[in-house]
């Protein structure tokens, strides 16, 4: 009993620690400074994120972005290097998902990653540069529905009103039968 009970408790730990320890991971590196940050870590369909990472990539020295996951891609006028390629999506125009981009003096940069109006997900944009490599994620949630202005609150007034009017009508036709017979 005390076997089944031990490990009953284990499968149970292991069945929530595992998905916590999942998310605990929004921006995981693998670079030898693991400098990848993205801000924000969640936004709305449509909205964009910065991956930035410094103090890692050789100045001047191409570094190659991609992003893959629902709708997240790169602005296609931002590249700072040629080498930018385009992935034909199931729109009519093409859609950055890979471009190269150059670490500033400082050894740093920032790419702005864009996201669909209709798509929502985890993207996971990587930055590689011979063998260094720095990737990092974000939530792409669904947008909230907009608001009309209309609450319902005023709903079970009405319903409660429109009741009282009918069981007036109904008093108001038994009465009227009642006197006329």
Known sequence: MKRTLVLASLCL???FAVPTAANATTESTYGPMGCATITPVAV????????SCDDTFTPDTPVTVTVAGPGCHLPAAEPTTAGATAQSGTQQSAVLTS???????????????????????????TATQGTTTETASFQVSERAFASTGFSG?????????????????????????????
């Open 153 to 181: 609150a005023l709903l079970p007034w009405i319903g409660g009103g429109l009741l009282v009017a009918g069981i007036a009508a109904f008093a108001v036709v038994g009465v009227r039968r009642c006197h006329a017979a």
């Open 44 to 51: 709305t369909q449509g909205e964009s994120a910065t991956f």
């Open 13 to 15: 730990l292991a069945v």
């Open 99 to 125: 471009a190269a981009y150059a670490a500033d003096a400082t050894r740093a940069f920032a790419v702005k990653i864009e996201t669909s109006k209709t798509e929502s997900g985890t993207c996971t944009v």
